[in-house]
């Protein structure tokens, strides 16, 4: 069905639901979407600013708006516009993040092993948190190799500190210690990587998307939950399925197919709002001062 006035940063499912917030993140982090040539997202992107400016091409589909919004959406940045590094786009987190995953929790043993998974990791995750930043804070290239080696250096000290205490503990204890490194980088990695916004503040904006000021409060928000949700997106794969792999190398066909343990490792494998009473002093009264009443809210891009 062919479409006129369509609204296409309406968003496709309501965002106020848990299940809406699902299906949205899980449309726009969709691993298939990574395997597009850019051709067909710089397409995608032509057809979403098209309908921004009202000139929907005849005949264009309101499906067919929608999976442009999709491709959009996973790979250009939301702030800049430009099209984001493939490895650090959130749909490739799912291809990657099972790789590097599997790695982690099958080669833990040795430390030269630790070592060099939780590096590859760290590389992975500073990408990632550079190409989801608030693009509005800017980043030295001297406080992204700060952040880098900082994060790096907290993982590793923490899988080979963990993983000399472990070695008389029971076997699913150190196979813990993957995930304990990696909360722990997570807890450095993003905060230093994005100084700026806890510096400098990050825009907020009312519901219609008007900036009212900066604030370092929403910044504090923001990086706080992605933390979090980082750490919570890692917790299933890596504190459940090493109990699942103990259970199965007890198994005679286990332990006849070593190979068999990393396979089946490696195959089990953005917006936020704020209270304006929540706000820094300074900036709420410009709110009220502005706008009286009317604002309750303000809206932030808390990265991913």
Known sequence: MAVSGFDIDVPRWDQSTFMGRLKHFA????????????????????????????????????????YAKKLYDSAFHPD????????????????????????????????????????????????VNYTNRNAASPITPNQIGVAYLTATSTALATAVGLNFYTKRAPPLVARWVPF???????????????????????????????????????????????????????????????VIMQRLEKFKFMQALPWFRSLSLFLSLSFSSMAVSKLEPELRESILCHYGDSVQYVYFNKGL
């Open 27 to 66: 449309n726009i982090t969709d691993w298939r979407t990574a395997l597009l040539p850019d051709s067909r997202l710089d397409e995608a992107k032509a057809l979403v600013e098209s309908c921004r400016a009202g000139s929907v091409p005849p005949g264009t589909t309101e499906e067919q708006l929608h």
């Open 80 to 127: 800049t516009g430009d099209r984001m590094n493939l490895i650090g786009r959130m749909s490739f987190q799912v291809p990657g993040g099972m790789a590097i995953t599997g790695g982690m929790l099958q080669f833990y043993r040795t430390v030269p092993a630790v070592v060099f998974w939780q590096w590859v990791n760290q590389s992975f995750n500073a990408l």
């Open 180 to 242: 304990a490194a990696v909360a722990s980088a997570n807890c450095v990695n993003i905060p230093m990587m994005r100084q700026q916004e806890l510096l400098n503040g990050i825009a907020v904006t009312d519901e219609n998307g008007n900036k009212l000021g900066h604030s370092k409060k929403a910044a504090v928000k923001g990086i706080t939950q992605v933390v979090i949700s980082r750490i919570t997106m890692a917790a299933p794969g890596m504190i459940i399925l090493p």
